[in-house]
């Protein structure tokens, strides 16, 4: 089963850059599809950036699309999560996650990271 953990978090001014990495272990990490998802205080969830098991496709939620970007690097079993020109709505906690099935079929997915902090001020 694979355990996934979470870095890069901060607190960042609006317009600013953070960078999150994600460092999976204990499975066959290019078997998992990845995933970005964030908690907003008083929200649901929601899915942010998800890529394929190859690094070939990638999606985006709507708000972040041009701003975020998500890559892996099966040979290191990460995958990051590149955040530009970032704005208050965009403080949450942020998590990692990986499943079997891609994002176009499920959006539950099966292991979690811990979560890192996102705060962008005003």
């Known amino acids: 089963q694979v355990q996934l953990v979470e870095s890069g978090g901060g607190l960042v001014q609006t317009g600013g850059s953070l960078r999150l990495s994600c460092a999976a272990s204990?499975?066959?990490?290019?078997?998992?599809?990845m995933a970005w998802f964030r908690r907003a205080p008083g929200k649901e969830r929601e899915l942010v950036a998800a890529?394929?098991?190859?690094?070939?496709?990638?999606h985006y939620k709507d708000s972040v699309r041009g701003r975020f970007a998500i890559s892996r690097e099966n040979t290191k079993s990460t995958v990051d999560l590149e955040m530009n020109d970032l704005k208050p709505e965009d403080t949450a906690i942020y998590y990692c996650a990986a499943n079997h099935t891609p994002w176009y079929i499920s959006e539950e997915y099966d292991h979690w990271g811990q979560g890192t902090q996102v705060t962008v001020s005003s």
């Open positions: 890529v394929s098991r190859s690094g070939l496709s990638t």
């Open positions: 204990g499975g066959i990490f290019s078997g998992y599809n």
